[in-house]
């Protein structure tokens, strides 16, 4: 009985499979090797999207687990804004009581007496503070944000605290 091809095998196809048909070889099998589009960005392509695109993840920086971002909230406020926070008629009796202690209007600080309290203070705003007449308390033990430690604790830096009871 003779050998019989059928008619599949007598295609030219039969004889190019596993091969790439005419095309070259460096076509074969290199559709999408690293994944399409913007693929691996978090993990095998990194280095990559770090250098050129570095804010493509969003994840930046060390791993800080349970933040409580109370104990770093320091808003920072203008020395001669203070008095625009009260109104006129709390300064007009905060100018007439003298012993107690006032509440910090118009753009600078009066010539009197007032207790400042806060997380941290600057040394120009304390020193601005010494000029009016006026000392601050620092009621933070460090300051997260900045770094900085209370003015009190810093050697030097008592003289600029009036009171004696801050001392």
């Not at 004889?15 to 559709?31: A, D, I, P």
């Not at 770090?50 to 060390?62: A, L, R």
């Not at 109104?87 to 600080?109: E, F, H, M």
């Not at 207790?115 to 300051?143: D, M, V, Y």
Request: glycine fraction near 12%; proline fraction near 6%; aromatic fraction near 8%.
């Amino acid at each position: 009985m003779p050998y019989c091809l059928s008619s599949k095998q007598l295609r030219k196809t039969w004889k190019l499979q596993g091969t790439s048909h005419g095309h070259s070889c460096y076509g074969k099998c290199q559709k999408h090797p690293g994944g399409q589009g913007n693929a691996g960005g978090t993990c095998r392509h990194r280095l990559n999207f770090d250098q050129y695109h570095p804010d493509y993840s969003g994840k930046v920086g060390v791993s800080h687990y349970h933040l409580i971002g109370n104990k770093g909230f320091c808003p920072p406020g203008n020395l001669d804004k203070l008095w625009s926070l009260v109104s006129g008629q709390i300064r007009v009796n905060a100018a007439k009581n003298k012993t107690g202690i006032a509440p910090t209007t118009d753009g600078k600080l009066p010539k009197q007496h007032v207790t400042l309290k806060a997380k941290f203070f600057s040394r120009r705003a304390e020193i601005k503070n010494e000029g009016a007449g006026s000392s601050c308390h620092g009621i933070a033990e460090t300051n997260p944000t900045r770094n900085h430690e209370v003015a009190s604790s810093i050697p030097g830096l008592a003289h600029w605290i009036k009171d004696p009871a801050l001392q």
